[in-house]
C-alpha cells in the first residue's frame, strides 16, 4: 500500500475530518505515491523518535502533531529541525501528520477518550462542521464524589499526576471532556451543565473562571488525554498486514521529582 491507500483506509475506519485552516494536517515530508512497509506511530516527532525510526528501518512516520506547524524559510542542518528533515529525506522516511483530523474525527481522540473514562453515550461538546462532529464530549456517569472521580480518572490516563480544581466535595453526574489543550470549551461545558470538565494545559484564571460557574477542572495534562488515542490507530492499521511500531514518548518537560 502507498501513503495515499494508507490515509484513505484509516480515514474509512475513522472517519478523518478536514483539518482546522490554521492546522498544518497532512502530508509533511515525502510523497503519497510511495509503498510503504513499515510504520512507526509517535505522538510528536522529535530527534529520538526520528532515529528510532531509521533503527527500525520504517518507511512512514505518523503523528498526531504536525512537524510543520508554521511555515519555514530555510532548512539548516545545525538546527534541530533541520537535522531530522535531513534524516528523513536521507533515509527515504514520509511523515505524515493527523493532528485536527483526528480530533474531531467519528473515532479520534474524542471517542478514545471516552472509551478511556468508561461514558458509552456522550454528545460533542463543541460542534465545528456540518455533520456535527468537533471537540470533546459530554456525558455522564454514575454519580460518584469528584475526589474519588478524580482518581479514577487519573488511573484511566496513566498519568503520574493530574491537577484538580474545585470548591468542595461536589458529587460528578455530567462529565465534558476534550482531549490536549481544550481550556476554549470552558464556557461550553458551563452552558451544558458539567459538573466537570477533563482537558488539559489549564491556566490559573481559567480555572478560576471555571469555578465562578460551579464547574470543577481536572487537568490531565495534554499529553496524556490524547496519547493514548495513538493506540487506537495501531489497532486499525493492523489489520492491513503492514508493520506497526508505536513509539511511545513524552517530550514534556514537566517531572515529578
Known amino acids: 500500500m502507498n501513503v495515499s491507500s494508507i490515509i484513505n483506509f484509516l480515514n474509512d475506519e475513522v472517519k478523518l475530518k478536514d483539518h482546522e485552516s490554521w492546522d498544518n494536517s497532512g502530508l509533511q515530508i515525502g510523497s503519497m505515491e510511495v509503498n510503504i512497509n513499515k510504520i512507526m506511530l509517535t505522538f510528536d516527532l522529535d530527534m529520538e523518535a526520528a532515529k528510532h525510526a531509521v533503527k527500525e528501518k520504517a518507511d512512514l512516520i505518523i503523528t498526531h502533531h504536525p512537524f510543520f506547524f508554521s511555515s519555514i524559510k530555510k532548512i539548516d542542518r545545525d538546527t534541530h529541525e533541520g537535522q531530522i528533515i535531513y534524516m528523513l529525506i536521507k533515509e527515504n522516511i514520509n511523515l505524515y501528520s493527523i493532528h485536527t483530523s483526528y480530533d474531531m474525527a467519528d473515532k ?133 498486514n503492514i508493520q506497526i511500531i508505536n513509539f511511545k514518548r513524552n517530550m514534556t518537560l514537566e517531572k515529578i521529582i
Open 108 to 240: 479520534g481522540v474524542t471517542y478514545n477518550l471516552a472509551e478511556k473514562l468508561n461514558i458509552s453515550d456522550y454528545q460533542v461538546l463543541h460542534p465545528v462542521n456540518i455533520d456535527n462532529s468537533g471537540y470533546g464530549g459530554i456525558g455522564e456517569v454514575a454519580p460518584i464524589n469528584i475526589r474519588e472521580y478524580s482518581k479514577f480518572v487519573k488511573e484511566a490516563l496513566k498519568a503520574d499526576y493530574i491537577k484538580l480544581y474545585c470548591n468542595d466535595e461536589k458529587t460528578v453526574k455530567k462529565v465534558a471532556f476534550c482531549g490536549g489543550s481544550g481550556s476554549e470549551f470552558i464556557q461550553d461545558a458551563i452552558r451544558q451543565g458539567a459538573d466537570v470538565y477533563i482537558t488539559g494545559d489549564i491556566k490559573y484564571h481559567q480555572a478560576q473562571e471555571a469555578l465562578k460557574n460551579n464547574l470543577c477542572i481536572i487537568d490531565g495534562g495534554h499529553y496524556n488525554t490524547e496519547v493514548h488515542s495513538m493506540e487506537l490507530i495501531e489497532e486499525v492499521l493492523k489489520k492491513t
